[in-house]
């Protein structure tokens, strides 16, 4: 999977990336375009001096228009809830998601001066898309997304950076997704943000590439709120199993405890 990455964009990883201290370029990148009407060509990449989280790796593009979708939500679980049932948001528990039909580990590290944990998936999903969609884009209705995932247990920050690979000559979604507690209930609530910038880069009428980028949007936004449903029901899940776990060694320990006793009584 990771051979196919590289192929397909001719990126390598760097092996020891210096630690760095906020969220992905994708943000830097849209604050950049949203100043002006007319953008000028940016690069997507992240702020050295002070970034905690690196990117995805950077695009130089030429953008003529854009469309974004963003969301701000708050989950009633904590923090340390939301980023352990992270990495089963799309397992068996989540019943909302079927598009995603695989999800592929490439790489995991931990950054020792940081103790940030760095993850590389690869994402697979399949969704039918309109018969026109298909004429400009291909039939191909199986995508793939590569996604680099930032825990910091410090800030308790969770950081998820996307970016298409399939179409990725025709068409640029990269995705922000930021985890953090709630300011006024930091032990109970989280707060997600999530912002995707979508660009259509092929040639052909201005009307065609918005067309292309407003369906993008759509799709995009019905995705989310089945993600959001979905990890709702997985968040719900992984609380009753815990909860059950937690009752299960407190009944242990009692026997335990109730077994030394009666020792001691004889």
């Known amino acids: 999977m990771s051979t196919f990455y590289i192929s397909a964009h001719s990126y390598n990883p760097p092996t020891n990336p210096p630690p760095l201290r906020i969220a992905c370029s994708p943000i830097l990148y849209t604050n950049e375009l949203t100043q002006s009407e007319n953008p000028r060509p940016a690069t997507a990449r992240p702020d050295k001096e002070n970034s905690r989280h690196p990117g995805p790796p950077a695009h130089d593009l030429t953008i003529s228009t854009m469309k974004y979708f963003q969301q701000t939500v708050d989950f009633d679980y ?130 065609i590439r918005n067309s292309i980028e407003q369906f993008s949007v759509e799709r995009f936004q019905q995705n989310a709120a089945k993600g959001r449903e979905g990890f709702e029901m997985v968040l719900e899940r992984a609380r009753q199993v815990f909860q059950e776990q937690r009752e299960i060694l407190q009944l242990q320990q009692a026997q335990q405890d109730s077994k030394i006793l009666r020792q001691a009584r004889i």
């Open 78 to 207: 904590s923090w340390e809830e939301v980023s352990t049932s992270n990495w089963r948001k799309y397992g068996p528990w989540n019943e909302k998601t079927p598009h995603v039909i695989a999800v592929d580990t490439l790489s995991r590290s931990v950054d020792p001066a940081t103790g940030i944990l760095r993850t590389e998936r690869l994402i697979t999903c399949q969704q039918s898309t309109p018969k026109w969609i298909q004429t400009i884009l291909g039939g191909q209705d199986t995508s793939m997304v590569y996604e680099t995932s930032y825990v910091d247990p410090v800030a308790k920050k969770l950081t998820l950076c996307s970016m298409n690979m399939t179409w990725s000559d025709l068409l640029n979604v990269r995705e922000t997704c930021i985890y953090e507690p709630v300011a006024s209930s930091p032990n109970t609530k989280t707060a997600f943000t999530q912002r995707a910038e979508i660009t259509a880069l092929c040639g052909g009428w201005q009307k």
